[in-house]
Protein backbone atom coordinates (compact mmCIF):
# COMPACT_ATOMS: atom_id res chain seq x y z
CA UNK A 1 0.00 0.00 0.00
CA UNK A 2 1.32 3.62 -0.66
CA UNK A 3 1.59 6.69 2.02
CA UNK A 4 -1.35 8.19 2.35
CA UNK A 5 -2.04 11.29 -0.24
CA UNK A 6 -0.80 14.68 1.58
CA UNK A 7 -4.19 16.35 0.39
CA UNK A 8 -6.58 13.74 1.55
CA UNK A 9 -7.95 15.34 5.04
CA UNK A 10 -10.33 12.05 5.91
CA UNK A 11 -13.34 13.27 3.78
CA UNK A 12 -15.85 10.98 2.29
CA UNK A 13 -18.69 11.15 -0.44
CA UNK A 14 -21.69 13.57 0.59
CA UNK A 15 -20.17 15.02 4.14
CA UNK A 16 -21.30 18.27 3.00
CA UNK A 17 -25.13 16.80 3.58
CA UNK A 18 -26.62 14.68 6.65
CA UNK A 19 -26.90 11.06 5.60
CA UNK A 20 -29.91 9.98 6.56
CA UNK A 21 -31.94 13.41 6.07
CA UNK A 22 -30.51 14.67 2.80
CA UNK A 23 -29.90 11.26 0.93
CA UNK A 24 -30.37 7.42 1.51
CA UNK A 25 -27.72 6.19 4.10
CA UNK A 26 -26.10 2.47 2.97
CA UNK A 27 -23.49 0.46 5.12
CA UNK A 28 -20.47 0.73 2.68
CA UNK A 29 -17.99 -1.76 1.93
CA UNK A 30 -14.49 -1.29 3.79
CA UNK A 31 -12.34 0.45 0.79
CA UNK A 32 -8.38 -0.89 2.39
CA UNK A 33 -8.10 -4.45 3.35
CA UNK A 34 -11.73 -5.94 2.26
CA UNK A 35 -8.81 -9.04 0.73
CA UNK A 36 -5.90 -9.98 2.11
CA UNK A 37 -2.81 -7.71 0.65
CA UNK A 38 -0.83 -9.60 -2.35
CA UNK A 39 2.68 -10.51 -2.15
CA UNK A 40 4.96 -10.48 -5.28
CA UNK A 41 7.61 -11.39 -2.86
CA UNK A 42 10.15 -8.30 -3.95
CA UNK A 43 13.12 -7.59 -2.26
CA UNK A 44 14.23 -4.59 -0.42
CA UNK A 45 15.61 -2.72 -3.60
CA UNK A 46 13.17 -3.85 -5.86
CA UNK A 47 10.43 -2.49 -3.22
CA UNK A 48 12.22 0.79 -3.31
CA UNK A 49 12.63 0.84 -7.06
CA UNK A 50 8.67 0.24 -7.79
CA UNK A 51 7.90 3.15 -4.78
CA UNK A 52 9.94 5.70 -6.65
CA UNK A 53 8.46 4.63 -9.84
CA UNK A 54 5.27 5.27 -8.57
CA UNK A 55 6.12 8.60 -6.88
CA UNK A 56 8.08 10.09 -10.30
CA UNK A 57 5.73 8.57 -12.86
CA UNK A 58 2.10 9.46 -13.88
CA UNK A 59 0.40 6.87 -12.87
CA UNK A 60 -2.97 6.48 -14.84
CA UNK A 61 -5.88 4.14 -15.40
CA UNK A 62 -7.85 4.27 -18.40
CA UNK A 63 -10.74 2.87 -16.80
CA UNK A 64 -12.43 2.35 -13.29
CA UNK A 65 -15.39 2.75 -11.09
CA UNK A 66 -14.06 4.45 -8.14
CA UNK A 67 -16.79 4.57 -6.28
CA UNK A 68 -17.75 2.19 -2.75
CA UNK A 69 -20.22 -0.31 -3.24
CA UNK A 70 -22.53 -1.30 0.09
CA UNK A 71 -21.41 -4.14 2.53
CA UNK A 72 -24.45 -6.07 1.85
CA UNK A 73 -24.58 -7.27 -2.07
CA UNK A 74 -28.16 -7.36 -1.63
CA UNK A 75 -28.49 -3.44 -1.67
CA UNK A 76 -26.39 -2.85 -4.70
CA UNK A 77 -29.19 -2.04 -7.42
CA UNK A 78 -31.24 -0.46 -4.72
CA UNK A 79 -27.95 1.88 -3.69
CA UNK A 80 -27.56 2.43 -7.72
CA UNK A 81 -30.53 3.34 -7.93
CA UNK A 82 -30.38 6.79 -6.10
CA UNK A 83 -28.05 7.86 -8.40
CA UNK A 84 -25.75 8.96 -5.31
CA UNK A 85 -22.60 6.44 -5.61
CA UNK A 86 -19.89 7.58 -3.52
CA UNK A 87 -16.40 8.05 -4.25
CA UNK A 88 -14.05 5.87 -2.66
CA UNK A 89 -11.95 9.50 -1.72
CA UNK A 90 -9.93 7.09 1.20
CA UNK A 91 -9.22 4.43 -1.07
CA UNK A 92 -7.98 6.83 -3.69
CA UNK A 93 -5.56 8.38 -1.32
CA UNK A 94 -3.82 5.06 -1.02
CA UNK A 95 -4.10 4.07 -4.95
CA UNK A 96 -0.72 6.12 -6.22
CA UNK A 97 -2.77 7.35 -9.14
CA UNK A 98 -1.80 10.64 -10.80
CA UNK A 99 -5.26 10.26 -13.26
CA UNK A 100 -8.35 7.97 -13.55
CA UNK A 101 -11.27 7.73 -16.05
CA UNK A 102 -13.97 7.54 -13.93
CA UNK A 103 -17.22 5.63 -15.78
CA UNK A 104 -19.49 6.30 -12.87
CA UNK A 105 -21.41 3.05 -12.01
CA UNK A 106 -23.74 4.88 -14.98
CA UNK A 107 -25.46 1.78 -16.82
CA UNK A 108 -25.56 0.73 -13.32
CA UNK A 109 -27.19 3.94 -12.22
CA UNK A 110 -30.88 3.00 -12.97
CA UNK A 111 -32.84 5.49 -11.39
CA UNK A 112 -35.86 5.71 -13.92
CA UNK A 113 -35.08 2.53 -15.58
CA UNK A 114 -34.08 -1.17 -14.34
CA UNK A 115 -32.60 -1.28 -18.10
CA UNK A 116 -29.73 1.39 -17.50
CA UNK A 117 -28.36 3.30 -20.03
CA UNK A 118 -31.32 6.14 -19.87
CA UNK A 119 -30.35 10.12 -20.44
CA UNK A 120 -31.38 11.05 -16.98
CA UNK A 121 -29.99 8.53 -15.28
CA UNK A 122 -26.80 9.15 -16.54
CA UNK A 123 -26.44 13.47 -15.96
CA UNK A 124 -27.93 11.70 -12.45
CA UNK A 125 -25.07 9.69 -11.86
CA UNK A 126 -22.67 12.46 -13.46
CA UNK A 127 -24.10 15.03 -11.35
CA UNK A 128 -24.29 13.60 -8.36
CA UNK A 129 -20.47 12.98 -8.19
CA UNK A 130 -19.10 16.10 -9.96
CA UNK A 131 -21.27 17.83 -7.55
CA UNK A 132 -19.37 16.09 -4.07
CA UNK A 133 -15.66 15.96 -6.21
CA UNK A 134 -16.02 20.06 -5.92
CA UNK A 135 -16.63 20.08 -2.35
CA UNK A 136 -13.13 18.24 -1.27
CA UNK A 137 -10.10 19.06 -2.34
CA UNK A 138 -7.82 16.34 -3.26
CA UNK A 139 -9.91 15.12 -6.52
CA UNK A 140 -9.64 17.22 -8.80
CA UNK A 141 -11.86 16.94 -12.48
CA UNK A 142 -9.77 16.81 -15.34
CA UNK A 143 -10.70 18.53 -18.32
CA UNK A 144 -7.42 18.53 -20.57
CA UNK A 145 -3.76 17.20 -20.22
CA UNK A 146 -2.19 20.50 -18.45
CA UNK A 147 -5.17 19.31 -15.63
CA UNK A 148 -3.49 16.11 -15.11
CA UNK A 149 -0.03 17.64 -15.48
CA UNK A 150 -1.07 20.15 -12.92
CA UNK A 151 -2.33 17.52 -10.38
CA UNK A 152 0.68 15.43 -10.38
CA UNK A 153 3.06 18.65 -9.53
CA UNK A 154 0.46 19.45 -6.68
CA UNK A 155 0.17 16.14 -5.18
CA UNK A 156 -3.93 15.62 -6.01
CA UNK A 157 -5.21 12.86 -8.61
CA UNK A 158 -7.11 14.20 -11.62
CA UNK A 159 -10.53 12.11 -12.34
CA UNK A 160 -11.50 11.97 -16.08
CA UNK A 161 -15.46 11.77 -16.55
CA UNK A 162 -15.95 9.58 -18.80
CA UNK A 163 -19.20 6.75 -20.18
CA UNK A 164 -18.88 3.55 -21.42
CA UNK A 165 -21.38 3.83 -24.52
CA UNK A 166 -23.59 6.16 -26.31
CA UNK A 167 -26.65 4.75 -25.96
CA UNK A 168 -28.69 7.29 -23.85
CA UNK A 169 -27.78 9.85 -26.84
CA UNK A 170 -30.29 7.84 -28.53
CA UNK A 171 -30.32 10.09 -32.09
CA UNK A 172 -29.91 13.51 -30.45
CA UNK A 173 -26.05 14.23 -31.69
CA UNK A 174 -26.02 17.53 -30.18
CA UNK A 175 -26.15 15.42 -26.82
CA UNK A 176 -22.27 14.75 -26.98
CA UNK A 177 -21.80 18.22 -27.35
CA UNK A 178 -23.48 18.84 -23.94
CA UNK A 179 -21.79 15.62 -22.66
CA UNK A 180 -18.49 17.67 -23.39
CA UNK A 181 -19.76 21.07 -21.83
CA UNK A 182 -20.42 18.75 -18.59
CA UNK A 183 -17.20 17.58 -18.32
CA UNK A 184 -16.86 14.45 -19.70
CA UNK A 185 -13.79 13.31 -22.11
CA UNK A 186 -14.23 9.76 -22.97
CA UNK A 187 -17.14 8.30 -24.40
CA UNK A 188 -17.77 4.53 -25.26
CA UNK A 189 -19.71 3.39 -29.21
CA UNK A 190 -21.85 0.43 -27.66
CA UNK A 191 -21.59 -1.11 -24.63
CA UNK A 192 -22.17 -5.09 -25.28
CA UNK A 193 -25.75 -4.58 -26.74
CA UNK A 194 -26.24 -2.08 -30.15
CA UNK A 195 -27.35 0.77 -30.35
CA UNK A 196 -27.72 3.88 -32.70
CA UNK A 197 -24.29 3.90 -33.37
CA UNK A 198 -23.00 0.77 -33.95
CA UNK A 199 -22.69 -2.95 -33.12
CA UNK A 200 -22.29 -4.15 -29.22
CA UNK A 201 -19.70 -7.34 -29.10
CA UNK A 202 -23.26 -9.56 -27.49
CA UNK A 203 -24.77 -9.39 -30.58
CA UNK A 204 -25.25 -12.67 -32.84
CA UNK A 205 -24.37 -10.29 -35.69
CA UNK A 206 -22.53 -6.98 -35.84
CA UNK A 207 -23.59 -4.33 -38.45
CA UNK A 208 -20.77 -2.04 -38.01
CA UNK A 209 -20.65 1.53 -37.69
CA UNK A 210 -23.93 2.79 -38.74
CA UNK A 211 -24.05 6.58 -40.23
CA UNK A 212 -25.02 8.40 -37.36
CA UNK A 213 -22.35 6.43 -35.81
CA UNK A 214 -19.88 7.71 -38.34
CA UNK A 215 -21.74 11.72 -37.94
CA UNK A 216 -21.07 10.95 -33.91
CA UNK A 217 -17.40 10.04 -34.46
CA UNK A 218 -17.15 12.88 -36.37
CA UNK A 219 -19.06 15.18 -34.00
CA UNK A 220 -16.38 13.45 -30.79
CA UNK A 221 -13.47 14.31 -33.09
CA UNK A 222 -14.26 18.05 -33.71
CA UNK A 223 -15.05 18.15 -29.62
CA UNK A 224 -11.75 16.42 -29.18
CA UNK A 225 -13.64 13.51 -26.89
CA UNK A 226 -12.05 10.35 -26.74
CA UNK A 227 -13.92 7.09 -28.33
CA UNK A 228 -13.57 4.21 -26.76
CA UNK A 229 -14.43 0.84 -28.48
CA UNK A 230 -13.89 -1.79 -25.54
CA UNK A 231 -17.63 -3.10 -25.66
CA UNK A 232 -18.23 -2.88 -29.73
CA UNK A 233 -18.30 -5.73 -32.03
CA UNK A 234 -15.06 -6.71 -33.58
CA UNK A 235 -16.49 -4.73 -37.08
CA UNK A 236 -17.92 -2.04 -35.63
CA UNK A 237 -14.43 -1.40 -33.49
CA UNK A 238 -12.52 -1.71 -36.85
CA UNK A 239 -14.68 1.01 -38.60
CA UNK A 240 -14.75 2.96 -35.27
CA UNK A 241 -11.05 2.89 -35.67
CA UNK A 242 -10.61 3.42 -39.37
CA UNK A 243 -13.59 6.56 -39.40
CA UNK A 244 -11.68 8.42 -36.91
CA UNK A 245 -9.52 11.11 -37.32
CA UNK A 246 -7.48 10.29 -34.24
CA UNK A 247 -6.19 7.81 -32.37
CA UNK A 248 -9.12 5.58 -30.41
CA UNK A 249 -8.64 3.44 -27.65
CA UNK A 250 -9.43 0.37 -26.02
CA UNK A 251 -9.77 0.89 -22.66
CA UNK A 252 -10.47 -2.12 -21.00
CA UNK A 253 -10.29 -5.30 -22.32
CA UNK A 254 -7.79 -8.43 -23.28
CA UNK A 255 -6.36 -10.22 -26.03
CA UNK A 256 -9.35 -13.43 -27.53
CA UNK A 257 -5.70 -15.05 -28.76
CA UNK A 258 -5.29 -15.27 -25.11
CA UNK A 259 -8.72 -16.34 -23.69
CA UNK A 260 -11.15 -16.75 -26.99
CA UNK A 261 -14.58 -14.89 -25.30
CA UNK A 262 -15.91 -12.00 -26.76
CA UNK A 263 -15.06 -9.65 -24.43
CA UNK A 264 -11.79 -9.83 -25.24
CA UNK A 265 -10.58 -8.04 -28.81
CA UNK A 266 -9.08 -10.12 -31.31
CA UNK A 267 -5.33 -9.42 -32.97
CA UNK A 268 -6.77 -7.51 -35.73
CA UNK A 269 -8.79 -5.16 -33.81
CA UNK A 270 -5.89 -4.49 -31.12
CA UNK A 271 -3.28 -4.19 -34.00
CA UNK A 272 -5.68 -1.64 -36.16
CA UNK A 273 -5.92 0.70 -33.09
CA UNK A 274 -2.37 0.63 -32.69
CA UNK A 275 -1.40 1.01 -36.03
CA UNK A 276 -3.75 4.33 -36.14
CA UNK A 277 -1.85 5.65 -33.06
CA UNK A 278 -4.02 3.90 -30.22
CA UNK A 279 -3.47 1.59 -27.24
CA UNK A 280 -5.28 -1.00 -25.54
CA UNK A 281 -5.89 -0.82 -21.39
CA UNK A 282 -5.55 -4.19 -19.90
CA UNK A 283 -8.97 -4.92 -17.92
CA UNK A 284 -9.05 -6.90 -14.61
CA UNK A 285 -12.43 -7.43 -13.87
CA UNK A 286 -13.84 -10.91 -12.54
CA UNK A 287 -13.59 -13.95 -15.43
CA UNK A 288 -12.48 -11.70 -18.16
CA UNK A 289 -8.72 -11.75 -18.75
CA UNK A 290 -8.39 -15.16 -17.54
CA UNK A 291 -5.43 -17.60 -19.49
CA UNK A 292 -5.00 -21.01 -20.02
CA UNK A 293 -1.63 -20.79 -17.83
CA UNK A 294 -3.71 -18.71 -14.89
CA UNK A 295 -7.42 -19.69 -14.93
CA UNK A 296 -7.97 -18.92 -11.73
CA UNK A 297 -8.58 -14.83 -12.68
CA UNK A 298 -5.41 -12.98 -10.88
CA UNK A 299 -2.77 -10.57 -11.74
CA UNK A 300 -1.24 -13.53 -13.42
CA UNK A 301 -3.45 -14.14 -15.93
CA UNK A 302 -4.00 -10.28 -16.42
CA UNK A 303 -0.76 -10.37 -17.64
CA UNK A 304 -0.25 -12.98 -19.76
CA UNK A 305 -3.08 -10.46 -21.60
CA UNK A 306 0.02 -7.87 -21.24
CA UNK A 307 2.71 -9.74 -22.29
CA UNK A 308 0.42 -10.70 -25.60
CA UNK A 309 0.02 -7.58 -26.36
CA UNK A 310 3.58 -5.96 -26.01
CA UNK A 311 4.56 -8.70 -28.05
CA UNK A 312 1.77 -7.77 -30.94
CA UNK A 313 1.65 -3.95 -30.98
CA UNK A 314 5.41 -2.65 -29.12
CA UNK A 315 5.08 -1.11 -25.73
CA UNK A 316 3.94 2.16 -26.61
CA UNK A 317 0.39 1.09 -27.53
CA UNK A 318 -0.57 -0.82 -23.95
CA UNK A 319 -1.45 1.00 -20.54
CA UNK A 320 -4.39 -0.58 -17.83
CA UNK A 321 -8.09 -0.05 -17.33
CA UNK A 322 -8.55 -2.18 -14.55
CA UNK A 323 -12.49 -1.49 -14.57
CA UNK A 324 -12.38 -2.04 -10.98
CA UNK A 325 -14.51 -0.88 -7.77
CA UNK A 326 -14.44 -0.86 -3.88
CA UNK A 327 -16.26 -3.68 -2.73
CA UNK A 328 -17.51 -6.87 -4.05
CA UNK A 329 -17.15 -6.52 -7.92
CA UNK A 330 -18.23 -10.22 -8.62
CA UNK A 331 -21.87 -9.44 -6.99
CA UNK A 332 -22.30 -6.35 -9.43
CA UNK A 333 -21.82 -8.85 -11.94
CA UNK A 334 -24.24 -11.24 -10.48
CA UNK A 335 -27.02 -8.25 -9.93
CA UNK A 336 -27.05 -7.38 -13.27
CA UNK A 337 -26.28 -10.35 -15.17
CA UNK A 338 -29.64 -10.42 -16.73
CA UNK A 339 -28.80 -6.46 -17.76
CA UNK A 340 -25.68 -6.66 -19.72
CA UNK A 341 -25.27 -10.82 -20.57
CA UNK A 342 -21.90 -10.70 -22.19
CA UNK A 343 -21.51 -13.16 -24.77
CA UNK A 344 -18.90 -15.60 -23.20
CA UNK A 345 -19.52 -18.92 -25.56
CA UNK A 346 -16.34 -20.49 -26.29
CA UNK A 347 -14.26 -20.06 -23.73
CA UNK A 348 -12.31 -22.77 -21.59
CA UNK A 349 -14.24 -23.63 -18.95
CA UNK A 350 -12.46 -21.58 -15.57
CA UNK A 351 -13.29 -21.57 -11.93
CA UNK A 352 -15.04 -18.37 -10.33
CA UNK A 353 -12.86 -16.39 -8.40
CA UNK A 354 -14.18 -14.24 -5.40
CA UNK A 355 -12.08 -11.49 -6.23
CA UNK A 356 -9.21 -10.68 -8.81
CA UNK A 357 -6.04 -11.65 -6.62
CA UNK A 358 -3.71 -8.58 -7.02
CA UNK A 359 -5.90 -6.03 -9.11
CA UNK A 360 -9.47 -6.04 -6.60
CA UNK A 361 -9.79 -2.52 -6.46
CA UNK A 362 -8.02 0.71 -7.67
CA UNK A 363 -6.48 1.00 -4.22
CA UNK A 364 -3.75 -1.70 -4.80
CA UNK A 365 -4.27 -2.09 -8.62
CA UNK A 366 -0.85 0.70 -9.67
CA UNK A 367 1.23 -0.18 -6.89
CA UNK A 368 0.98 -4.35 -7.81
CA UNK A 369 1.26 -3.54 -11.63
CA UNK A 370 4.30 -1.95 -10.91
CA UNK A 371 5.24 -4.54 -8.44
CA UNK A 372 4.88 -7.03 -11.06
CA UNK A 373 7.00 -5.07 -14.03
CA UNK A 374 9.96 -4.94 -11.65
CA UNK A 375 10.16 -8.40 -10.75
CA UNK A 376 9.59 -9.31 -14.21
CA UNK A 377 12.46 -7.22 -15.46
CA UNK A 378 11.49 -4.65 -17.65
CA UNK A 379 13.26 -1.01 -17.45
CA UNK A 380 11.97 1.78 -16.10
CA UNK A 381 11.42 3.52 -19.68
CA UNK A 382 8.81 1.00 -20.28
CA UNK A 383 7.28 0.82 -17.07
CA UNK A 384 6.91 4.52 -17.34
CA UNK A 385 5.54 4.28 -20.85
CA UNK A 386 2.66 1.63 -19.49
CA UNK A 387 2.14 2.91 -16.56
CA UNK A 388 0.81 6.26 -17.86
CA UNK A 389 3.41 7.79 -20.36
CA UNK A 390 1.23 6.08 -23.70
CA UNK A 391 -1.91 7.40 -22.21
CA UNK A 392 -0.81 11.02 -21.63
CA UNK A 393 0.62 10.82 -25.07
CA UNK A 394 -2.17 9.94 -27.01
CA UNK A 395 -4.46 12.41 -24.99
CA UNK A 396 -2.38 15.03 -26.45
CA UNK A 397 -3.01 13.90 -29.77
CA UNK A 398 -7.10 13.35 -28.87
CA UNK A 399 -8.01 16.71 -26.83
Known sequence: M????????????????????????????????????????????????????????????????????????TEIRRYNRTGRQRTGY????????????????????????????????????LGFRLADLAKQDMVV??????????????GRIALVAGFECATMIENELDRIDMLYGFGVRQLGIAYSQS???????????????TNFGRRAVERMNKLGM???????GDRTCLEVIEHSAVPVMITHAGARAVWPTARMKPDEVITACADRGGLIGLEAAPHTTISPAHPEHSIASV???????????????????????????????????SNYAQRQEGGPAHPEVEYVAGL??????????????VKHGYSDADISKVLGGNVMRVLGEVW
Open 2 to 73: HPVSPRYDGYTAYDYLEAGTDYQHFDLAPQLGRVPAYDLALDADQQARVARLMAEEIVFSLHEHAVVLPEDA
Open 90 to 125: EGLAHSGLTAVIDNFMAGASCVTSQNGWKWDDMIYA
Open 141 to 154: HALTVDDILRAKGE
Open 195 to 209: NMLGGGLSERNDGGL
Open 226 to 232: LIDISHS
Open 303 to 337: MDHFEHCVDLVGIDHVAFGPDTMFGDHVAVHHAYA
Open 360 to 373: ENPAENFGNIAAWL
